[in-house]
C-alpha cells in the first residue's frame, strides 16, 4: 500500500495497537530541559524505576539560562534549583547533561540538530512544543507533556492515538525580502491557530525544496503555531548534506547503510493524505502578526482587518487589539517599537543573523530600540564570530548576547516590560509570552533588522534595494 | 500520578467564553520553575486573574464569587500553545475535574487525559447553549456522564454525547495511567527496540 512520508516512519515505531486507544510509540531519540523534566524525573522516584535507555536521552539547559555573564552564579534562586536538578537528575540517571557553562549548551531545538542527534527517519520528542523543529529533517518530532517525558525515560514509549495526515504544497519562487519565517506566518494566518489541529504536516513543493535546513527547521517549528502536532520535510541531499559528519551521525559502513534507508523516505506518488493544501510563493510576501496569536499576521504593507473580516468571535478578536493598542484598519508600517528580539528555536540560527547583519550592515542602530541578539547555541555564536558578522552588529551599534531561550518566553530576565512593543523573531506573540504585559509583533530577523534600524516598523525591502541592486 | 478517579461530576461551572485561551494565559512561564507538582492552582491564569501588584481584579471570572464549581466551560481552540503540563496541573489542582470547549488544542487535552481533567469537546451549538444557560442562571449544573459518555446540561435535560477512546475512558474512570500500561510490556518493547531500521 502506498505510504506518506509520515505513515512510512510512524509505523516503523509501532511497538502495539491498542484496539479502541493509541498506538504504543517507540522513541529513538529523546531531548530534555530543565523546566518540563523534574517532575518525570520525580515520578520516576516514586515509582522507584530506572531509565531503561539512558544512551536515547540528551539533557540541555535553555529556557531559564541567563544570555549575560554565564560564568556568574545563576541569580534567580528558582531558576538555579531548576538547573540544578537537570544536573542531578541527568547524573543519577545516567544522562548526558550538556549544561550552563558546557561548550555544548544551547537551546534543545538548535543543538540537537547541530550535533547530529537529529536524524531522518527518527521519532523525536521533548517536554517542548517546539520539537516539530526537528522534523526538516524527515524525522516525526513533536511535544509531550511531563507525564510522557517520564514515560518515555522509564519504557522509552508514548502512547498516541496516530495523527491525520496534511500535505501542504507552495511551489514558484519567494519573492525577495521574504523569508521561511514569512512563509510559516503566511500558512497559520490563512488556517488560523486551530487549522492543523489533529493532523501531522508534510510541507512538500519547490519552496521547501530549494530552502536551506536552517530555512527547513524555521518552518517546521512553527507547524505547532497552527495547531498541528508536528511538521515534516521530505530528507533529500540538503538534508544529508547537513547530517553528515556531525558527532552523533553514522560514520563509515553504518552510514551507508543508513542513506540507503533514509533514501526510501519520501511520500509514495499515490499516497493519500485527509487534507491536502496548495499556496503559491508569489502570494507571500514579508509578514508580520499584529495580535495576540501567531494566526493574526499580515503582509506588512497591509492593514489590520476588520473582525467580520476574520474568523472567530468579535469579543476576542477585540480584546486581542485592545491588548495591543492597536485598531482595525491600521497600518503596521510606522508602528513604534520599543525592543527588538532576535533569537530561539525559530530564528536563532546562523542564515537568522547574516539575514539581520544583511539589513543593519552600513547603518545604525535606532536610539529609541533595545535589541537583544541572542544566538541558538555556542555553534551559531562562532559562526557569528568567523564569519566577520559580529563586526558588523558592533559597527552598527549592537551586542551579542549568550546562548539561550531568553525573551522568546521570558522565563530568564530578558522580560520586555509591560505595554512595549517587541518586533521579536519567536513564535508566539501570547499575552504576556515575552513579560508580564509585553506586546509582540512576531516577524522575520528581516523585518526586525529593519525595526532595529529604523527604530520602527518598516518594510525590509526599502533597506535592500541598494544591497540587491 | 495518581489521580482521582472520575465517573459522573453533576456540578455548576465557570465560563471563559473567550477563543484561543493558550497555555501562557493559563499559565505563565514564570510559574514554572518549581521542581515538584505543588501550588500551580494559585496561578492559574495568573495575569488575568491578578493585577502586577498581585490584588485580584474583580472583573475576571474566578473573581467572581457568582461563578463555581469543578467544571471550566471554555471558547473554541481551549489551550493552544506550549507542551507545558503544568497547565494542566493548574487546572486541576485549582479544583476542576473537566473542561467543556467545542473545540481544543491537541497537547493541552493530551496532557489533560493523562492526569485526570476530563475534555469534553461539544459543538459549537451546544457550548454557545452552556454559556446562555449560565449567564442566566449562574447555578446551572452541568452533569457529565463519563461510563456513557454525556453531557446533560440538567435544567432542559438538553444533552450532547462527547468522544473519548475506550482506552481512555477506562484510565480515567479507574485512575489508571499510561506508565502503569507501558511497565507491564517491558519486555515486549525492548524485543521491539532490537529490530528497529537504524
Not at chain 1, 555573564?69 to 531548576?82: E, G, I, K, R
Not at chain 1, 538548535?110 to 521519532?123: F, K, R, S
Not at chain 1, 523516505?265 to 499515490?270: C, E, G, R, S, V
Not at chain 1, 476574520?310 to 520599543?338: A, C, R, W
Amino acid at each position: 500500500m502506498s505510504k506518506t512520508l509520515f505513515d512510512k516512519v510512524w509505523d516503523k515505531h509501532v511497538v502495539r495497537k491498542i484496539e479502541g486507544g493509541p498506538d504504543v510509540l517507540f522513541i529513538d531519540r529523546h531531548l530534555i530541559h530543565e523546566v518540563t523534566s523534574p517532575v518525570a524525573f520525580l515520578g520516576l522516584k516514586t515509582r522507584g524505576i530506572k531509565v531503561l535507555y539512558p544512551e536515547r536521552t540528551f539533557a540541555t539547559a535553555d529556557h531559564n539560562t541567563p544570555t549575560i555573564n554565564q560564568h556568574l552564579p545563576v541569580a534567580d534562586p528558582l531558576s538555579a534549583n531548576q538547573l540544578k536538578a537537570l544536573e542531578a537528575n541527568s547524573k543519577e540517571y545516567g544522562i548526558s547533561h550538556w549544561g550552563l557553562g558546557h561548550q555544548k549548551n544551547g537551546i534543545v531545538h538548535v543543538v540537537g540538530p547541530e550535533y547530529g542527534i537529529t536524524q531522518p527517519g527518527a521519532t523525536i520528542v521533548c517536554g517542548d512544543s517546539h520539537t516539530s523543529t526537528h522534523g526538516a529533517f524527515g524525522a516525526i518530532a513533536f511535544g509531550i507533556g511531563t507525564s510522557e517525558v517520564e514515560m518515555v525515560l522509564s519504557t522509552q514509549c508514548i502512547m498516541q492515538p496516530k495523527p491525520k495526515k496534511m500535505r501542504i504544497t507552495i511551489n514558484g519562487t519567494l519573492s525577495r525580502g521574504v523569508t521561511p519565517k514569512d512563509v510559516a506566518l503566511f500558512i497559520i494566518s490563512k488556517l488560523t491557530t486551530s487549522g492543523a489541529t489533529g493532523y501531522f504536516v508534510e510541507y512538500a513543493g519547490e519552496v521547501f525544496e530549494k530552502m536551506s535546513m536552517e530555512g527547513r527547521m524555521t518552518v517546521c517549528n512553527l507547524s505547532i503555531e497552527m495547531g498541528a502536532r508536528g511538521g515534516m520535510i521530505a530528507p533529500d541531499e540538503t538534508t544529508f548534506n547537513y547530517i553528515q559528519g556531525r558527532e552523533f551521525t553514522p560514520k563509515g559502513a553504518a552510514w551507508d547503510k543508513a542513506m540507503e534507508y533514509w533514501k526510501t523516505l519520501k511520500t509514495d506518488a499515490d499516497a493519500v493524505f485527509d487534507k491536502e493544501l496548495a499556496y503559491n510563493a508569489s502570494e507571500i510576501e514579508p509578514m508580520i502578526t499584529y495580535g495576540t496569536n501567531p494566526g493574526m499576521g499580515i503582509g506588512i504593507s497591509n492593514q489590520i482587518p476588520d473582525a467580520e473580516q476574520v474568523e472567530g468571535g468579535v469579543e476576542t478578536y477585540e480584546k486581542s487589539l485592545n491588548y495591543m493598542g492597536f485598531n482595525e484598519g491600521d497600518s503596521m508600517i510606522g508602528k513604534p517599537v520599543d525592543y527588538v528580539f532576535v533569537g530561539s528555536c525559530t530564528n536563532g540560527r546562523i542564515e537568522d543573523f547574516r539575514a539581520f547583519a544583511s539589513v543593519v550592515k552600513g547603518r545604525q542602530k535606532a536610539e529609541n530600540v533595545t535589541v537583544w541578539l541572542v544566538p541558538g547555541s555556542h555553534i551559531v555564536e562562532s559562526q557569528i564570530k568567523e564569519e566577520g558578522i559580529l563586526d558588523i552588529l558592533t559597527e552598527a551599534g549592537f551586542t551579542l548576547r549568550q546562548p539561550g531561550c531568553s525573551a522568546c518566553l521570558a522565563m530568564n530576565d530578558d522580560k520586555i516590560p509591560a505595554g512595549k512593543y517587541a518586533v521579536s523573531t519567536s513564535n508566539r506573540n501570547f499575552e504576556g509570552r515575552q513579560g508580564p504585559g509585553s506586546r509582540t509583533m512576531l516577524a522575520s530577523p528581516l523585518v526586525a533588522a529593519a525595526a532595529a534600524v529604523t527604530g520602527k516598523v518598516t518594510d525590509p525591502r526599502e533597506l535592500m534595494e541598494e544591497l540587491v541592486g | 500520578m495518581a489521580y482521582d478517579k472520575f465517573n459522573i461530576l453533576k456540578s455548576s461551572a465557570v465560563p471563559l467564553s473567550i477563543e484561543n485561551v493558550d497555555t501562557d494565559q493559563i499559565i505563565p512561564a514564570r510559574f514554572l520553575k518549581a521542581t515538584e507538582r505543588v501550588g500551580f492552582g494559585d496561578n492559574l491564569f495568573r495575569d488575568w486573574r491578578y493585577n502586577p501588584d498581585n490584588t485580584p481584579k474583580p472583573d475576571f471570572v474566578l473573581n467572581n464569587p457568582t461563578y463555581s464549581g469543578k467544571i471550566l466551560v471554555g471558547g473554541k481552540n481551549f489551550g493552544s500553545g506550549s507542551s507545558r503540563e503544568h497547565a494542566a496541573w493548574a487546572v486541576y489542582d485549582y479544583g476542576f475535574r473537566a473542561v467543556v470547549s467545542s473545540f481544543f488544542a491537541d497537547i493541552f487535552k493530551n496532557n489533560c487525559l493523562n492526569i485526570g481533567v476530563l475534555p469534553v469537546q461539544v459543538s459549537p451549538e451546544f457550548l454557545d447553549k452552556i454559556f446562555k444557560a449560565i449567564a442566566a442562571d449562574p447555578k446551572t449544573e452541568l452533569e457529565i456522564n463519563l461510563p456513557a459518555q454525556t453531557i446533560t446540561l440538567t435544567s432542559t435535560g438538553e444533552q450532547e454525547s462527547f468522544d473519548i477512546s475506550s482506552y481512555k475512558k477506562e484510565n480515567m474512570m479507574n485512575g489508571f495511567d499510561d506508565i502503569d500500561y507501558l511497565q507491564n510490556i517491558k519486555s515486549e518493547i525492548q524485543e521491539f527496540a532490537t529490530h528497529l531500521p537504524l
